[in-house]
């Protein structure tokens, strides 16, 4: 994708007249850096902007600092808005737009969350086959207007056949749509997400094909074909490199492992594979947002209380920010309670 990228790219900023500099810089470093701006450095940063509107360094770091403060004041919110508004409309290319901190939800901005749209729709029917405006688009609308989003995504693997993020992403959002809540789930969505991660897997090289392997077997498990699902988790938990990846490798392995082997009546070895998928080193998902809870909920509903505590209590070791969400799933299990999983039943 890289060369055509690029050169689409160069297009537009020579059609716009945008200043190349927005699709050279790298801002994500900026917006991150924003999350520890102090209060009146963001004010000094707002009266930077206003004498020169297009330092993109500078907007980048105020929308890493509205980011987060958006949730809790109109004020910021209102910042956070504009300043994202801003990249969308006059510099669309900028690599920050495919970023988690440009997101304007709906929910709770929905005036803005339309003029992003409407920027969005200007420069999609102007570039069509612009495959940053594509990609930038598509992020915009992932959550909102997820059809739409599949749309953009798919017209963009049209263009650009060889390149395996297309399809990456395109599983990425195949999978949400098969998220149904509550531990249920949608197997024609999920046959849609495993044909996407299957065929990035083939575009790819050996390393990235290690990072897809836990998109492929929850997505095979989910689609009905256990088949894949074990063959694919089998492969997490062999030549499992020492990178960020490793703990989710050895986590969901076992835990799809575990569900295939209940799935077999096999109840000693989905045992075995919770406490297994329990024993991970961790990784910066599984740090932040804890572990996943099918296996261990169904297990439960077994009556098999205390192996879900002993692998409660393993995560403890791992999850320190959920460390009192934790503390309450295993006093409430321990009185014979049954806790709300929620947002942890993820496979």
């Known amino acids: 994708m890289s060369i ?33 701006v102090t209060q009146d450095e963001a004010a000094l940063l707002e009266s930077q902007l206003v004498e020169s509107p297009e330092d993109l360094s500078t ?36 690599n920050l737009l495919a970023s988690p901190e440009v997101l304007i939800l709906k929910a709770l901005a929905a005036e803005g969350y339309e003029k992003g ?55 990425q959002l195949y999978h949400l749509d098969s998220m149904l809540g509550g531990g249920a789930w949608d197997p024609e969505a999920a046959k849609r997400a495993l044909a996407q991660f299957e065929l990035a897997y083939e575009l790819s090289d050996e390393l990235r094909r290690g990072y897809l392997l836990t998109d492929l077997g929850t997505s095979a498990f989910h689609a009905g074909n256990i088949e894949k699902a074990g063959a694919y988790a089998e492969e997490m938990l062999e030549e499992n490199l020492e990178d960020w990846n490793h703990g989710n490798r050895i986590h969901f392995g076992n835990l799809i492992l575990g569900r295939i082997a209940l799935l077999e009546g096999d109840i000693e070895e989905a045992k075995s594979r919770l ?24 297990l439960l509903k077994r009556g098999e209380a205390e192996i879900v505590l002993e692998y409660l209590s393993l995560c403890l070791d791992f999850w320190e920010s959920g460390y009192g969400e934790l503390e309450d799933w295993i006093a409430r299990i321990e009185t014979g309670g049954t806790p709300n999983f929620r947002d942890n039943l993820r496979f």
């Open 117 to 171: 749209k409407d920027a969005w729709s200007s420069h999609l029917e102007n570039h069509p086959n612009d495959l940053r405006i594509l990609q930038h688009a598509a992020h915009f609308f992932r959550l909102d207007d997820r059809k739409l989003a599949i749309q953009i995504l798919h017209h963009a693997q049209s263009l650009d056949r060889e390149d395996p993020d297309w399809a990456k992403q395109l599983g």
């Open 275 to 298: 406490i297994a998928a329990g024993e991970t080193p961790g990784s910066p998902q599984l740090n932040s947002f804890g572990p996943d809870m099918a296996l261990a909920s169904e």
């Open 59 to 94: 907007r980048a770091r105020l929308v890493g600092y509205y980011h987060g403060r958006q949730f809790l004041n109109d004020a910021a919110r209102a910042k956070h808005v504009a300043h994202v508004l801003w990249l969308i409309r006059s510099a669309p290319e900028a």
């Open 4 to 36: 055509k990228l690029i050169s689409s790219a160069a297009l537009l900023l020579v059609g716009t007249g945008l200043c190349l500099s927005a699709f050279a810089q790298d801002l994500r470093p900026e917006a991150f850096a924003g999350r520890n």
